[in-house]
T-cell receptor
């Protein structure tokens, strides 16, 4: 079974709007990472948040982590058509040799 | 520029045939990973290697084999024992508590 579960599965917004997606996980983690995947391409690392961190920013991205609820959220502000992609959360489970466990992803479509 | 190179981009396999997917990195990363992605799903771990000449099974290793003879290279062989090999295969590497770097993937189709 997958460690992370993203919500929603799909999201359609217009340019300029904010996009928020959530990720829940099951076991204790070292860190949680978010990746973007354009159709048919490899994954691109967006941001990493460690288990002792609560919030992190990178450009238009904001990630929060709530270890008590075993959940994280990714916010993309002022979305652009180029943000159209699938977004995955992935966790590094404690004592797992750094293995990443992925959720099924959120498919985001940003229309001009 | 440093990165991970996967080849070929597209691969077609006949029934009963073994095929090998190439993964090469020039990032000097110690750890390398192979993932499988099916349509509309997340990535599932096939095999991983933390150091040269050592590798471990992931969640779905059956029907696959790997080798790690050089730090830069981590080839994946899809054997005839893998009954449903059609998928998108992704190789990745990392050097610690940072994000992974992924290759651009190999799309394998059984014909």
């Amino acid at each position: 079974s997958q460690q992370g579960e993203e919500d929603p599965q799909a999201l359609s917004i217009q340019e300029g709007e904010n996009a928020t997606m959530n990720c829940s996980y099951k076991t204790s983690i070292n860190n949680l990472q978010w990746y973007r995947q354009n159709s048919g391409r490899g994954l691109v690392h967006l941001i990493l948040i460690r288990s002792n961190e609560r919030e992190k920013h990178s450009g238009r991205l904001r990630v929060t982590l709530d270890t008590s609820k075993k959940s994280s959220s990714l916010l993309i502000t002022a979305s652009r058509a180029a943000d159209t992609a699938s977004y995955f959360c992935a966790t590094v489970i404690t004592d797992s040799w750094g293995k990443l466990q992925f959720g099924a992803g959120t498919q985001v479509v940003v229309t001009p | 520029d440093g990165g991970i190179t996967q080849s070929p981009k597209y691969l077609f396999r006949k029934e009963g045939q073994n095929v090998t997917l190439s993964c090469e990195q020039n990032l000097n990363h110690d750890a390398m990973y192979w993932y499988r992605q099916d349509p509309g799903q997340g990535l599932r771990l096939i095999y991983y290697s933390q150091i040269v000449n050592d590798f471990q099974k992931g969640d779905i290793a059956e029907g696959y084999s790997v080798s790690r003879e050089k730090k830069e290279s981590f080839p994946l062989t899809v054997t005839s024992a893998q009954k449903n090999p059609t998928a998108f295969y992704l190789c990745a590497s990392t050097n610690g508590d940072y994000g992974y770097t992924f290759g651009s993937g190999t799309r394998l189709t059984v014909v």
